[in-house]
């Protein structure tokens, strides 16, 4: 049967008598050829890439276009000597601050890279620990019965404290934690039965809670230094991608419009120099024609002609008769 227009058939390939429908829904066979499994998926790649590419490029366009901005940026001073030496003043400062926020910033990243190697190590001995407080306490519980209740009547003052000081870390103050425990006195509670179990539940506790004490000392410190951090990162980007672009064109500017005063005052002090001469020699014409005068009114010299125009000079008529005669 001829296929009819306007219907849809089944694909090549596809089994016999199967619907388009299902046909459609049918995953392709695998091609066999790797080179194939590749193109394909370098083309689906391609298609992915076309497809979030604007979004993906927005952030560091938007980045680049501020960089470009910044860099056009210049401050508003007025070009001479003085500003350009303030200019140079505040480049060798700007340069000096952002080399000192560097290290300042690879400080503090190395400290919070060992803060969370810390807290990855000590909350893992925690949990060690608390596994085994949870033993201890169920075989002192075994050992003594319910002790609980006696443990909080006997207590009289806290055994565990906690003492805090300050570390300056590249310039940031943070606290730490210290835990301080004291001797206290025997007590009671177990003498009959489970004495041994019970102590060793309290020091497993113990342990367990100067841990917990350190893991809190250190995410209290991990998130200080991180605000500090990204403080400063932000002052990092600002003296190097808006301070030091905006001094150096303003530098740039100075000194290009110190170049062109140079030139105007180059080319005025020979125009003048020019004008200068042009005068004296007027001077010292007017002059030699003013004494050449008062000697020709003394009589010590003749008076001297003008000198005649040969250009504009006439033939003499009776001289060109002359020679023609001499001719014939």
Not at 109 to 117: C, D, H, L, Y
Not at 266 to 274: E, I, T
Request: include cysteine; glycine fraction near 4%; hydrophobic fraction near 40%.
């Amino acid at each position: 049967m001829e296929p009819r227009a306007g219907v849809y058939h089944a694909r090549p390939g596809a089994p016999a008598g199967q619907r388009h429908d299902d046909a459609r829904r049918t995953p392709p066979a695998a091609p066999q050829n790797p080179s194939r499994n590749t193109s394909i998926l370098f083309y689906f790649l391609g298609r992915f890439r076309r497809t979030t590419r604007p979004v993906a490029l927005r952030a560091p366009f938007a980045a680049r276009a501020f960089r470009v901005a910044m860099s056009e940026a210049r401050l508003a001073v007025f070009p001479s000597r003085m500003a350009l030496q303030n200019m140079k003043t505040k480049q060798v400062g700007a340069r000096r601050g952002f080399t000192l926020l560097k290290k300042k910033s690879d400080a503090l990243k190395a400290k919070i890279r060992a803060i969370t190697r810390r807290i990855y190590e000590t909350k893992q001995s925690i949990g060690e620990d608390l596994k085994a407080a949870a033993f201890s306490h169920t075989e002192a519980t075994w050992a003594a019965g319910a002790f609980n209740d006696k443990v909080i009547e006997k207590v009289k003052a806290a055994s565990f404290r906690v003492t805090v000081s300050m570390e300056n870390v590249a310039g940031v103050k943070i606290p730490t934690f210290q835990p301080a425990k004291r001797e206290t006195e025997a007590s009671p509670v177990g003498l009959s039965k489970g004495g041994m179990q019970i102590a060793k539940c309290r020091d497993t506790f113990s342990k367990v809670l100067a841990n917990l004490v350190t893991v809190a000392s250190l995410q209290t410190s991990l998130l200080l230094i991180d605000a500090a951090l990204k403080v400063t990162n932000r002052r990092v980007n600002a003296l190097d991608f808006v301070v030091i672009p905006r001094i150096e064109n303003t530098i740039s500017y100075i000194v290009s419009e110190l170049d062109e005063l140079e030139r105007e005052e180059f080319y005025r002090l020979k125009h003048v120099k020019a004008v200068k001469l042009e005068e004296q020699v007027e001077v010292a014409e007017a002059q030699r024609k003013e004494e050449l005068a008062m000697r020709q009114a003394s009589g010590l010299l003749p008076a001297v002609e003008e000198p005649a125009n040969l250009v504009e000079r006439k033939p003499d008529i009776d001289m060109i008769i002359s020679n023609l005669n001499d001719f014939h």
